[in-house]
């Protein structure tokens, strides 16, 4: 359990990936299931992974940012829930996107109390979940306000802000690689 860290949620709810990117090849079956086959994952991993950052709770500072994961799992499912799935059940939609942003909430939280931490590649962690988010927010808004007829202020604002705090991430951890990079690269004087 002392090696069980959030990123195995990337090898094993990673397949809900193809459920995305399937539907633009002309193969729905594969990509149902594999929705169904990153869900069921998502869902057997959990336990392992929560119960291992719950139990040994210190974690080395170069995988910290790993936590940050939590925030995908949900949100790959839930765009290629809508991705995949028809009909969509509503209330199954609803239940998950709450569980993602739950999920969001406890990452974002993380990032803010880690930002400080010596940069490693595990930095990486505060991309792809926040961006995947941001996706299933605007996958979500778009398809509930497809659905009651209306526009949904605080669907919009929510996108708005998940999809902002995505760029800003994206472009943290851009610059603290090219600061990393950049003090690595030897200077060379002619």
């Known amino acids: 359990m002392q090696d069980v860290f959030a990123n195995y949620y990337i090898v094993y709810v990673g397949i809900a990936a193809a459920a995305v990117t399937a539907p633009v090849y002309g193969l729905p079956e594969i990509a149902a299931a594999a929705c169904w086959i990153g869900f069921a994952a998502f869902l057997i991993v959990f336990l392992p992974i929560t119960v291992r950052y719950v139990r040994l709770p210190g974690v080395p500072d170069p995988v910290k940012p790993l936590i940050c994961i939590y925030a995908a799992p949900a949100s790959l499912c839930l765009t290629a829930y809508i991705e995949t ?4 059940s509503p209330e199954f939609l609803i239940g998950l996107y709450i569980v993602a942003c739950l999920l969001y909430l406890f990452a974002l939280q993380k990032v803010i109390s ?4 010596l940069f490693s590649p595990s930095y990486a962690a505060f991309t792809f979940p926040f961006v995947i988010a941001a996706t ?3 996958q979500v808004t778009s398809y509930l306000e497809t659905f009651t007829g209306h526009v949904l202020p605080l669907m ?10 995505a760029a ?3 472009m943290y951890v851009l610059l603290r690689y090219l600061q990393f990079f950049l003090k690595q690269t030897p200077v060379v004087n002619k």
């Open 168 to 170: 800003v991430l994206v």
């Open 114 to 117: 880690y930002r400080h931490l």
């Open 136 to 138: 299933a927010s605007t």
């Open 156 to 165: 919009e604002g929510a996108m708005l802000a998940q999809t902002v705090i």
């Open 85 to 88: 799935v028809t009909p969509v």
